[in-house]
């Protein structure tokens, strides 16, 4: 069986980033594909909500899939899927052949998260899970914060076709990392885990307790305030602020490094006050972060800062809230760890593709209805908490 490593904990560092990475890279080219695909900020916005759908309907066949036939062939099949889709949006010829080759590239992508998420908790456990994948997401959001910042190089050098280049050649080499350090990890395979009925009543079990619903809905929603900024920060900080690509690239990666800082902070303190302590202060500090941000839009106050230092704030409370939802929803799913961590995947995916056609849709020149949403989700995060987890942790 597969043993704790430090090569294993880069391997899934790199596997679980495949998502953000594969959003955050080409974020600076968003305006430029607009303007050579002569098209509208909503259905260049497209290129990132189609792939959150994709992701999501993908992660309910990965986690039982993985549960059945074991974490390792799954992972490889997904990062195939990936690679050829890569190569695809490289080569695309019009923003719908782009579109179309976004949803397939999402079909690969999915794999890293969920089945990273559930070889954590194979690993090492329910009680050392909430510190590794703290760790490991702190790890891995060094990959987001950098991604916009080569992304904006490489817009501005080659292109936009450049990034979907670099992707193509990060995920062949994760194919060759995966083939030769990534044993199986699955000790539990439940030959019944492909069944419909299986499934149906798997994700039924998971949605009837009201923890994990509740771990879920702070999970989901503290990811999609994330997202929001991500699908509306290059049309409001470029668009309505004129900063160059590679400064929003700079800006971008001031932002992630909230997020650093929370995971580094759950680290090192949940061990000592547990997950659901750092879930309840992540929430408070992501509403009124997130408040702040969407005041000063309402009271039209211009400037870069007045984005950037609430949503500094407000990733941090993302680092705070996410590893330690996560591992307090699978913590008790041993035997069906990728089922819960599918369906953790789907809801977060589902959510932050809703939130993120909002507020392509309802982009008006000004930062409002990002921050609007934004606030929103922090609010979601801390009502999600008080109706279930703390009622369920009471009871």
């Known amino acids: 069986m597969l043993k704790p490593s430090f090569g294993l904990a880069l391997l899934l560092t790199t596997l679980v980033a495949l998502g953000p990475i594969s ?5 600076p080219a968003l305006p430029a594909l607009a303007q050579f695909f002569a098209t509208d900020v909503a259905r260049v916005q497209l290129t990132l909500s189609v792939f959150l759908a994709g992701f999501a309907v993908a992660q309910l066949f990965y986690g039982p899939l993985s549960d059945r036939y074991g974490r390792r062939p799954v ?13 695809a949006c490289m080569a695309a010829p019009s923003i719908d052949t782009l579109i179309a080759a976004r949803f ?19 690993v090492y456990g329910p009680l050392q899970a909430a510190r590794v994948l703290a760790y490991i997401s702190g790890a891995m959001a060094i990959a987001p914060m950098l991604g916009p910042v080569l992304g904006g190089w490489l817009t501005v050098w080659f292109g936009w076709r450049a990034n979907f280049a670099a992707l193509s050649l990060f995920s062949a080499l994760q194919i060759a990392a995966t083939f030769i350090m990534l044993g199986e990890s699955n000790a539990h395979r439940d030959p019944a885990a492909t069944q419909p009925r299986r499934i149906a009543g798997n994700f039924a079990m998971l949605l009837s307790s009201p923890l994990y619903l509740g771990f879920l809905l702070c999970f989901s929603a503290s990811y999609a305030a994330l997202f929001s900024f991500i699908s509306g920060s290059s049309f409001v900080l470029i668009g309505l602020y004129g900063l160059s690509p590679q400064w929003y690239g700079a800006s971008f990666g001031f932002v992630v490094t909230g997020y650093i800082t929370g995971t580094m902070v759950s680290g090192r303190l949940t061990m000592k006050l547990g997950a659901k302590r750092l879930v309840f202060a992540g929430a408070l500090l ?6 702040v941000m969407a005041l000063l839009a309402l009271a039209q106050v211009h400037g870069v800062w007045a984005i950037l230092v609430p949503m500094f704030l407000c990733t941090l409370a993302t680092g705070l809230v996410m590893p330690n939802a996560i591992a307090g929803a699978l913590a008790p799913y041993a035997r069906m760890a990728g089922a819960a961590s599918a369906l953790m995947g789907f809801v977060q995916m589902s959510v932050a593709a809703t939130v993120g056609i909002i507020v392509g849709h309802s982009y008006d020149g000004t930062a409002l209805p990002m921050a609007l949403a934004i606030a929103l989700c922090g609010w979601g995060v801390l009502v999600s908490y008080f109706a279930l987890v703390r009622r369920a942790a009471s009871a």
């Open 23 to 27: 959003t955050d890279l080409y974020l």
């Open 286 to 291: 992501g509403m009124a972060a997130g408040s």
């Open 75 to 87: 992972m490889l099949a997904g990062l195939a899927i990936y690679l050829a889709a890569s190569l």
């Open 104 to 122: 397939f590239q999402a079909l690969g992508a999915c794999a890293g998260p969920v089945l990273g998420r559930a070889i954590v908790r194979d």
